[in-house]
């Protein structure tokens, strides 16, 4: 029996022991904190055979080989873009990403990673002696500088588990390791370019992958690049029709590749479990040389990156989405290119920024001439344009608005005007400063109307109310004013302003009014101002004598103690109803009324209606109303005042 050790997964019944490995003899390679019953351990065959009698032990198995599944890098290729407008608003600002592959090579057209982890040769510092993780990390985020080429999502922080070697030659294990890294890093999305080295179905790998699918991680890996000799260690680079593992699985997004013409590339695996295709073929970027330096190459390991940084900017994008939400995003933004057998959902495409919200830009409010504007803020935007034309016009007005809100003044009255907004941001590129198209709004149409006059109460008498009405100089023709008593409504029209007089009113009955004006439209019709001035309240009720006092004596005529008009009005319409009540006799309240006789309690309902003056109810001998002209009862009003105010009345009625 062979004493050569290698490498196993042992995996626990509950808890993995690693004491338990190393009492027989065995090394433990990686005891996986995200997966508590998994470990890795170099073995030999004795040692596997003595585990394996271990009840705690549920299996053991041998540790499969991988590679990362890049072609050859001496081919020539052309450059893949990512659309320029959209990466230059989204770039996957705070999305985490983890980068299970090769290493990152420090790059002057990539950031420096957030985190790094080495299962080959136990480095702490970031490096990449091979070039696959280098290239793909230039297509997520190649910086948005002077050189190079600019990344899906330049904005992303890197975290990098290096797990391949210089030879793109890997163990499954390490893959595990990586992945359970980054779980504990919590990325938002890891980018997993790798399969078992002979497309086999490792139920060890797939869990790590499902592990984080449960951890709420996207998992983007690459479909495969054909067959895998483990012989030779070369592909075939024919494409079939198997999606690699673990891509295959659905805890992963499948991602095959595509050519500049929109075709599959013929290296690249396919059929069921396929999600999206991307550019894979002739793809240029970032390579492993220290600090520069730009190759192409090809693989659907590149076209993983792709989706790694679309998806990186949905995530910036709709940051409290889920995993899910966030993939189906994906998904329903793909270009379908047909046969979902070789294409999945399609091409993956930035997710449109489309037209604002509906209805917009709003009229918030109206000027003389003109409206208050807003619209939807777009995020990133450093100014708009607002284009507005009258109606029957061919040019656009064009003004530029540095927020969302603009004043469009000095419009012609009666006129519809249309309007909308575009949204731009500018970007540096090679030097030169260009502006850039973010959105374009809804066509809005709004009518110029004039503004509304405001009324002023004039006079009044018991039925009727005269009102001035001011018309906002130089703009309307006319005006109609309203007045509208317990929900009923009539108007009158003048031309231009003045007074307006309503007769027949009732009195005591409080009465609504307010006005409109007009001006002549561009069609010859009458255009109303869309909002009322001001509006007034009148009561209707006897006009007060200028000569009227209460005869006390304390005030002796003085109109400073005089009843205010809301006073006079309120017992004049009490009184109005109180002579119904002149034939009736009252025993304790009768000559002092000089034959207009009415009961003692219903003027005391009148004086009570004076609501400042109300008192406590009319005495047998005298009407109090100290409190209001003085504490002091010699100040009363006596039956003798009471007697020349009510003949006072009674003539004025």
Same mark, same amino acid.
Request: proline share 4%.
């Given at each position: &029996?062979?004493?050569?050790?290698?490498?196993?997964?042992?995996?626990?019944?509950?808890?993995?022991?690693?004491?338990?490995?190393?009492?027989?003899?065995?090394?433990?390679?990686?005891?996986?904190?995200? &997966?508590?019953?998994?470990?890795?351990?170099?073995?030999?065959?004795?040692?596997?055979?003595?585990?394996?009698?271990?009840?705690?032990?549920?299996?053991?198995?041998?540790?499969?080989?991988?590679?990362?599944?890049?072609?050859?890098?001496?081919?020539?290729?052309?450059?893949?873009?990512?659309?320029?407008?959209?990466?230059?608003?989204?770039?996957?600002?705070?999305?985490?990403?983890? &980068?299970?592959?090769?290493?990152?090579?420090?790059?002057?057209?990539?950031?420096?990673?957030?985190?790094?982890?080495?299962?080959?040769?136990?480095?702490?510092?970031?490096?990449?002696?091979?070039?696959?993780?280098?290239?793909?990390?230039?297509?997520?985020?190649?910086?948005?500088?002077?050189?190079?080429?600019?990344?899906?999502?330049?904005?992303?922080?890197?975290?990098?588990?290096?797990?391949?070697?210089?030879?793109?030659?890997?163990?499954?294990?390490?893959?595990?390791?990586?992945?359970?890294?980054?779980?504990?890093?919590?990325?938002?999305?890891?980018?997993?370019?790798?399969?078992?080295?002979?497309?086999?179905?490792?139920?060890?790998?797939?869990?790590?992958?499902?592990?984080?699918?449960?951890?709420?991680?996207?998992?983007?890996?690459?479909?495969?690049?054909?067959?895998?000799?483990?012989?030779?260690?070369?592909?075939?680079?024919?494409?079939?029709? @198997?999606?690699?593992?673990?891509?295959?699985?659905?805890?992963?997004?499948?991602?095959?590749?595509?050519?500049?013409?929109?075709?599959?590339?013929?290296?690249?695996?396919?059929?069921?479990?396929?999600?999206?295709?991307?550019?894979?073929?002739?793809?240029?970027?970032?390579?492993?040389?220290?600090?520069?330096?730009?190759?192409?190459?090809? #693989? @659907?390991?590149?076209?993983?990156?792709?989706?790694?940084?679309?998806?990186?900017?949905?995530?910036?994008?709709?940051?409290?989405?889920?995993?899910?939400?966030?993939?189906?995003?994906?998904?329903?933004?793909?270009?379908?290119?047909?046969?979902?057998?070789?294409?999945?959902?399609?091409?993956?495409?930035?997710?449109?920024?489309?037209?604002?919200?509906?209805?917009?830009?709003?009229?918030?409010?109206?000027?003389?001439?003109?409206?208050?504007?807003?619209?939807?803020?777009?995020?990133?935007?450093?100014?708009?344009?607002?284009?507005?034309?009258?109606?029957?016009?061919?040019?656009? @007005?064009?003004?530029?608005?540095?927020?969302?809100?603009?004043?469009?003044?000095?419009?012609?009255?009666?006129?519809?005007?249309?309007?909308?907004?575009?949204?731009?941001?500018?970007?540096?590129?090679?030097?030169?400063?260009?502006?850039?198209?973010?959105?374009?709004?809804? !066509?809005?149409?709004?009518?110029?109307?004039?503004?509304?006059?405001?009324?002023?109460?004039?006079?009044?008498?018991?039925?009727?109310?005269?009102?001035?009405?001011?018309?906002?100089? #130089?703009?309307?023709?006319?005006?109609?004013?309203?007045?509208?008593?317990?929900?009923?409504?009539?108007?009158?029209?003048?031309?231009?302003?003045?007074?307006?007089?309503?007769?027949?009113?009732?009195?005591?009955?409080?009465?609504?009014?307010?006005?409109?004006?007009?001006?002549?439209?561009?069609?010859?019709?009458?255009?109303?101002?869309?909002?009322?001035?001001?509006?007034?309240?009148?009561?209707?009720?006897?006009?007060?004598?200028?000569?009227?006092?209460?005869?006390?004596?304390?005030?002796?005529?003085?109109?400073?103690?005089?009843? !205010?008009?809301?006073?006079?009005?309120?017992?004049?319409?009490?009184?109005?109803?109180?002579?119904?009540?002149?034939?009736?006799?009252?025993?304790?309240?009768?000559?002092?009324?000089?034959?207009?006789?009415?009961?003692?309690?219903?003027?005391?309902?009148?004086?009570?209606?004076?609501?400042?003056?109300?008192?406590?109810?009319?005495?047998?001998?005298?009407?109090?109303?100290?409190?209001?002209?003085?504490?002091?009862?010699?100040?009363?009003?006596?039956?003798?005042?009471?007697?020349?105010?009510?003949?006072?009345?009674?003539?004025?009625?």
């Amino acid at each position: &029996m062979s004493s050569e050790s290698k490498r196993y997964f042992v995996k626990f019944d509950n808890v993995s022991d690693a004491a338990l490995i190393e009492s027989v003899g065995g090394k433990v390679r990686h005891d996986y904190a995200n &997966m508590p019953e998994l470990l890795s351990a170099e073995l030999t065959e004795e040692q596997v055979n003595l585990l394996n009698q271990n009840p705690a032990i549920k299996s053991i198995n041998s540790v499969s080989a991988g590679r990362g599944s890049s072609q050859s890098m001496d081919w020539g290729y052309s450059k893949t873009k990512v659309d320029s407008y959209y990466r230059q608003i989204y770039t996957g600002k705070n999305v985490k990403i983890g &980068m299970v592959d090769s290493g990152i090579e420090v790059h002057e057209d990539l950031p420096y990673v957030s985190g790094w982890i080495d299962y080959i040769n136990d480095y702490t510092y970031q490096y990449d002696d091979q070039g696959h993780g280098t290239f793909g990390a230039g297509i997520i985020s190649g910086q948005d500088n002077t050189v190079g080429y600019i990344g899906v999502a330049p904005d992303v922080q890197l975290y990098g588990a290096k797990v391949l070697d210089n030879t793109n030659f890997g163990w499954v294990d390490d893959f595990v390791a990586g992945i359970d890294w980054c779980i504990s890093q919590s990325v938002h999305i890891i980018n997993l370019p790798l399969s078992t080295a002979d497309g086999d179905y490792d139920q060890d790998l797939v869990d790590a992958c499902r592990r984080a699918y449960n951890a709420g991680i996207i998992v983007v890996s690459c479909s495969g690049n054909g067959t895998y000799s483990s012989e030779t260690k070369t592909w075939s680079n024919v494409g079939i029709s @198997t999606v690699q593992c673990p891509a295959s699985d659905y805890s992963c997004v499948a991602v095959g590749a595509t050519t500049t013409a929109n075709a599959r590339a013929s290296f690249s695996d396919y059929g069921d479990g396929l999600d999206v295709v991307a550019p894979g073929e002739y793809v240029v970027s970032c390579d492993e040389s220290s600090y520069g330096g730009y190759k192409v190459a090809s #693989g @659907t390991s590149y076209a993983a990156a792709y989706v790694t940084g679309h998806l990186a900017c949905l995530k910036e994008k709709y940051p409290s989405y889920s995993r899910s939400q966030l993939v189906n995003k994906l998904l329903n933004n793909c270009l379908n290119l047909g046969d979902s057998y070789q294409y999945g959902y399609g091409l993956v495409q930035a997710e449109p920024l489309g037209n604002f919200l509906e209805n917009e830009p709003s009229v918030t409010s109206r000027i003389d001439a003109g409206f208050n504007l807003d619209w939807t803020s777009i995020p990133y935007t450093e100014y708009y344009y607002l284009y507005y034309k009258k109606a029957g016009d061919v040019s656009w @007005t064009r003004k530029t608005a540095l927020t969302s809100q603009y004043t469009a003044e000095n419009l012609a009255y009666g006129y519809a005007y249309s309007f909308y907004v575009e949204a731009y941001r500018r970007y540096l590129n090679n030097g030169d400063t260009y502006s850039i198209l973010i959105a374009t709004s809804n !066509t809005q149409i709004a009518t110029v109307n004039p503004c509304p006059p405001t009324l002023s109460l004039v006079s009044k008498t018991d039925n009727s109310i005269t009102v001035q009405v001011d018309l906002v100089s #130089g703009i309307a023709e006319g005006d109609v004013v309203y007045i509208s008593p317990s929900g009923d409504q009539s108007s009158i029209e003048t031309s231009p302003g003045g007074q307006v007089t309503f007769t027949g009113l009732t009195s005591g009955i409080e009465y609504t009014l307010h006005a409109k004006s007009w001006v002549t439209g561009g069609d010859g019709s009458r255009v109303y101002s869309l909002a009322n001035g001001p509006s007034i309240y009148v009561t209707p009720g006897i006009a007060r004598p200028s000569d009227f006092c209460w005869t006390t004596p304390k005030n002796q005529g003085d109109p400073a103690t005089n009843l !205010t008009d809301d006073e006079w009005n309120a017992l004049c319409a009490k009184i109005n109803d109180f002579r119904e009540y002149k034939s009736y006799a009252d025993s304790s309240f009768t000559a002092a009324i000089t034959g207009n006789t009415f009961y003692a309690s219903q003027f005391n309902q009148a004086r009570n209606a004076i609501l400042p003056m109300s008192g406590a109810g009319l005495p047998v001998t005298k009407v109090g109303v100290s409190g209001v002209v003085n504490p002091s009862d010699a100040d009363d009003v006596r039956a003798s005042d009471l007697n020349a105010l009510v003949s006072c009345l009674n003539a004025i009625l």
